[in-house]
């Protein structure tokens, strides 16, 4: 288990290395220093993976240290080494390498890279925190570390206010999830006594009847932590800080906010399938939300100008298919959506990022176009990224998104597919209008940006090559069974992932719905209204946007300027939650602030040190300062005390 | 076999007479003379009460009030030097400097 | 009958003195008279049977305070017109009066609801006997169940002596005696400025 150590250890050491020995090192040096561990930490879980799937792959709990030992409350730094958290740390360490790589290339005209990558590697030593735990505190304080990061890199320019307020924004939102967090910790703890996955999984699974208490406490727990996800994973109503994190640097947004961080609430339902399985009424609204998510997004992101706010959108409503996912019980294509899409998200970004440095920090689609002879490699790159996103049979996208479309037929009826298809249908018509504005057509920037357009470096397209290669090919893991015949793979991923997240004892709950057999035809009917509706999607907005901003498009805008001004402004969410929300807690706190605290507390405060001084005023006009009148008026006194005592 | 009470009314008196000599006097040298006559009317009653409880506290009382009462006089007497240091005089009616 | 008497006398004596020693006009004289009023209260205490009160009140007492106050007095050659005499005004009589009535009420109602517990009985002269005199009681419970007040007051006395030499120690700079050979009206205004 040294490996798990060395692993672990090797981004804290580069984080404090960066962040405090190198600050005055040349920029090449942090940038060695910070994508160094993380390919080394990548080495380390390669081959701690291999060690583990040749032992079989049964799960393993190793002890660090112990930390809290307070009578029946136990919480030591215990972590999980199985089949969920290596595959979650490979994601992690082997993306999380080739962005670092990429990063040294982005960000070369910084001053303060020592800080970036200080910070990025302790984000990544905080997300191994977050998969490798064994127990919800450990989780919890990666889950928190990864927020904190996540607010230090977004604000990295902070001279730029609304930097600052952006990264602000996420902390804050991350914070209202988080509460949800800690009460299901809570419960957790007051109806099963333990906070450890291996010792719930083990009670659940024993076969030993849970009380009427626990089982709707269970409930109570999975809404909470479900709360949780949506803060950390950007779901309704919590996804408000995702776009306006876009605010950060481009391999920040490729790592955190599409690959890693957002896919923590993700993980953890997944860790916590076997409560999920309990109860049905939180995975039904797990689903909902999820679905709707997807839709949300989708939609804004229809109408958006700004490369990087497509994508994001793109990542809330990919978000959504993955808690989708987790919502009908199907944890496995939760999971492989997961996967597929931290490859062909980060490459999208990293793509995206090449774009914006080659446009020298444009970032506005309305001013780029033809840029694919320019920058072909990054066009390429980004042609299989589309292809995945879209779900172009062949491509990982299209195994992974329409698994989950297909069990979210089957488990949540038609209504949410329906929801689900038709934010597939938005996916592929933005991503192809977005590929389109940017690559072809005629360029519509000035002239002298488009004379240094030029392709970026070896160190900024060799990542995107992989990445390519992975959003092609990784989809081929996991082939579902009415494939087989026309693609001979099986299903890897989800026999791989099985053992983790098998289904509790039958005598627990009903769930006999989730793996009927529905008949193959339903299954290719799903199929074929899926990639229908990508090539009719497509092909629209090639048209619209083949090249440019073409007057079909100018006119569907105008002829409906409401829906097209809504989508635009977000749905006016932000407004919304302004003067719900935050307008009237500020009120409050003025209230609180000039009201309560200073004229009625600080006035009673001083008031009474007032009165003290002025009653010492009064009566210390009795002190004339005669030593002789002193006396007299302690004798007089005395004498009182005495008939007092007397009578 | 002289009652209790006895002692008490003669302690009594002394201390009213060294109240007296508090109030009427100006001179501190002659207050702080009539202090320490509150304090031997205080001492005797300790010994009085002490000899009549057969309890020999009253007695270490009396020791321990001689302690004081010698401290306080010679702290006492050397403000009055101070005093008369920087004023030139020592009669109360003249030193009103703590006034409020 | 005899004790009685011895009181009686010694009360009178008291009560004399003390009258003499506010009453008198040479601050020196009240402390002769102060003098002769502790000697006689020594001598109610030795007949209370609690000699090493009485020596004590004579030696420390009087031997050291009274002596620290005639220093005193001598040392600051007050002026004949700083020897102030009684002085009584209307408002000092009727306070006088006032305050003896006060406490004789006091007095007699206190003693009154007293005289039941007093039993005329004397301390225990053989019991004290016993102990080894009247001196050897009174230090063992000094010592014993007194230890820590006796201690306390030995600091006490440091602090007064380092107090007091401090205090009366001369400035470093002249003083302010200007004030001293003016007339009294014209004191106070030296002193507090004009009104």
């Given at each position: ?647 | ?48 009460a002490s000899t009549y409880n057969q309890n020999l506290d009253g007695q270490v009382m009396v020791f321990f009030v001689i302690t004081v ?25 003249f030193l009103r400097t703590l006034r409020g | 009958m005899g004790q009685i008497t011895i009181f009686y006398i010694l009360a009178f004596l ?182």
């Amino acid at each position: 288990m040294i490996l798990l150590w060395i692993l672990m250890l090797l981004p804290l050491v580069g984080a404090f290395f960066n962040g405090i020995i190198l600050r005055k090192a040349p920029k090449s040096i942090s940038h060695a220093v910070g994508a160094g561990t993380l390919i080394a930490a990548f080495g380390c879980a390669v081959a701690l993976f291999m060690d583990f799937m040749g032992q079989g792959g049964a799960s393993k709990v190793v002890l660090a240290f112990d930390w809290i030992d307070a009578g029946q409350f136990q919480a030591p730094f215990r972590y999980i080494v199985d089949r969920l958290s290596l595959l979650m740390v490979l994601i992690i360490t082997g993306i999380g390498s080739l962005i670092h790589i990429y990063a040294g290339g982005y960000m070369h005209e910084e001053k303060a890279t020592w800080r970036f990558f200080s910070y990025l590697n302790l984000f990544v030593f905080m997300m191994l925190q977050l998969v490798l735990g064994d127990n919800l505190l450990v989780m919890f304080i990666g889950w928190e570390g990864v927020g904190l990061c996540s607010y230090l890199l977004i604000g990295y320019w902070y001279e730029e206010d609304q930097n600052a307020q952006a990264g602000m924004k996420a902390f804050i939102v991350n914070r209202i999830g988080d509460i949800g967090f800690l009460i299901g910790i809570f419960l957790t703890y007051k109806f099963f006594g333990t906070i450890s996955f291996s010792e719930l999984r083990d009670l659940v699974f024993s076969g030993t009847s849970l009380t009427n208490g626990q089982l709707q406490a269970v409930t109570w727990i999975t809404l909470a932590f479900f709360i949780g996800a949506c803060g950390k994973s950007a779901q309704l109503p919590l996804y408000v800080w995702l776009p306006d994190a876009m605010a950060g640097p481009t391999p920040v947004s490729a790592l955190i906010h599409a690959a890693t961080m957002v896919t923590a609430g993700v993980y953890m339902m997944t860790r916590m399938h076997f409560f999920y399985y309990l109860a049905p009424d939180t995975q039904a609204l797990v689903a909902l939300v999820g679905a709707l998510t997807a839709l949300f997004a989708a939609s804004i992101a229809l109408v958006q100008t700004d490369i990087k706010k497509v994508l994001a959108y793109s990542t809330v409503s990919q978000l959504g298919y993955m808690v989708l996912g987790c919502g009908v019980g199907a944890y496995s294509a939760g999971v492989f959506h997961l996967l597929t899409h931290a490859c062909f998200k980060a490459l999208l970004f990293l793509g995206a990022g090449s774009v914006i440095v080659a446009m020298h920090h444009q970032q506005d689609m309305r001013h780029m176009g033809g840029l694919k002879k320019h920058l072909p490699m990054t066009h390429g790159a980004m042609l299989m990224g589309l292809l995945a996103i879209i779900g172009f049979p062949g491509f990982s996208g299209f195994f992974s998104k329409d698994e989950i479309l297909w069990k979210a037929w089957t488990g949540a009826g038609p209504w949410i597919w329906g929801i689900a298809a038709l934010a597939a249908v938005f996916t592929s018509f933005y991503m192809v209008r977005m590929f389109m504005l940017t690559f072809y057509g005629k360029f519509r920037g000035d002239h002298h940006t488009e004379s240094h357009l030029h392709e970026t470096s070896w160190i900024m397209w060799a990542p995107l090559i992989v990445l390519a290669a992975l959003s092609a090919g990784i989809g081929f893991l996991n082939v579902p069974p009415l494939l087989h015949h026309f693609i001979p793979l099986g299903e890897t991923f989800h026999h791989y992932l099985e053992p983790v997240i098998a289904f509790p004892p039958q005598g627990l709950l009903h769930w006999e719905h989730l793996v009927a057999e529905h008949p193959h035809s339903q299954e290719w009917m799903v199929m074929g209204i899926s990639v229908a509706g990508m090539v009719c999607a497509s092909l629209f907005a090639i048209a619209l946007y083949g090249k440019g901003f073409s007057p079909l498009a100018e006119s569907l805008a105008r002829r409906f300027p409401n829906a097209h001004k809504l989508l635009e402004n977000k749905y006016y969410i932000d407004e919304f939650y302004d003067a719900a929300i935050v307008q009237p807690l500020k009120d409050v706190s003025l209230f609180l602030w000039k009201i309560v605290d200073v004229s009625i507390i600080d006035a009673a405060v001083n008031g009474i040190a007032q009165s003290c001084a002025l009653l010492a005023g009064v009566t210390s006009f009795k002190m004339t300062g005669s030593l002789h009148r002193h006396a007299v008026v302690m004798i007089v006194g005395l004498l009182c005390m005495l008939t007092a005592l007397v009578f | 076999m002289v009652p209790l009470d006895h002692y008490l009314v003669l302690a009594m008196i002394l201390f009213c007479i060294g109240t007296l000599g508090i109030v009427l006097r100006r001179n501190i040298i002659m207050v702080m003379m009539s202090i320490e006559l509150l304090l031997n009317a205080i001492n005797l009653v300790f010994v009085s009460a002490s000899t009549y409880n057969q309890n020999l506290d009253g007695q270490v009382m009396v020791f321990f009030v001689i302690t004081v009462a010698a401290c306080e006089a010679a702290i006492g007497l050397a403000m009055v030097i101070a005093l008369f240091r920087k004023y030139g005089t020592i009669d109360t009616q003249f030193l009103r400097t703590l006034r409020g | 009958m005899g004790q009685i008497t011895i009181f009686y006398i010694l009360a009178f004596l008291a009560t004399a003195c003390s009258l003499l020693v506010i009453s008198s006009k040479n601050p020196v004289t009240s402390a002769i008279y102060l003098v002769c009023d502790l000697f006689i209260l020594a001598g109610i205490y030795a007949s209370l049977q609690a000699e090493f009160v009485a020596a004590i009140q004579i030696i420390v007492y009087t031997g050291a305070v009274v002596v620290l106050f005639v220093f005193v007095i001598m040392l600051l050659n007050l002026a004949p017109n700083e020897q102030s005499s009684l002085g009584l005004k209307l408002p000092d009589i009727g306070f006088t009066l006032l305050t003896v009535l006060s406490f004789l009420i006091v007095t007699v109602l206190l003693v009154n609801e007293q005289s039941s517990v007093s039993g005329g009985a004397l301390g225990p002269p053989e019991a004290i006997a016993q102990l080894g005199g009247n001196t050897r009681a009174v230090g063992m419970t000094l010592f014993t169940k007194f230890v820590w007040p006796f201690e306390l007051a030995s600091f006490l006395i440091l602090a007064a002596i380092i107090g007091a030499v401090h205090i009366a120690k001369k400035d470093p700079k002249p003083a302010d005696k200007a004030y001293g050979n003016l007339k009294a009206s014209n004191r106070e205004k030296a002193i507090y400025g004009s009104p």
